[in-house]
């Protein structure tokens, strides 16, 4: 695999959940449906699952190409900002939902 796939395989996961979160978020912020917070919700969980897997996998790999393993941990880390953003939203949801 190339660097740049790696690297893209990081970039591409970062948006797709980024993304989702955002729906979810202003989806609930803006039309008060329900149906989004508990998206949300089920997107912090199943998102948890997704990013695991792809981070051992990436780690994994890297550790076994020793050449990849900077192109690797460099995905990871870009992976590893939804961290404290999926925290941030998931504070303002409840929040918002009054719990």
Not at 71 to 80: D, E, Q, S
């Amino acid at each position: 695999m190339k660097d740049s796939t790696i690297i893209n395989i990081g970039k591409y996961t970062f948006l797709i959940f980024l993304i989702l979160g955002n729906v979810c978020l202003f989806g609930y912020m803006i039309s008060k449906i329900e149906a989004f917070a508990a998206g949300g919700l089920y997107l912090i969980l199943i998102g948890s699952v997704v990013n695991l897997i792809i981070i051992t996998g990436l780690l994994i790999y890297g550790l076994y190409y020793k050449p990849h393993l900077i192109p690797c941990l460099k995905a990871i880390g870009l992976i590893c900002f939804n961290i404290p953003i999926s925290i941030l939203y998931f504070f303002i949801g409840l929040s918002l939902l009054n719990f």
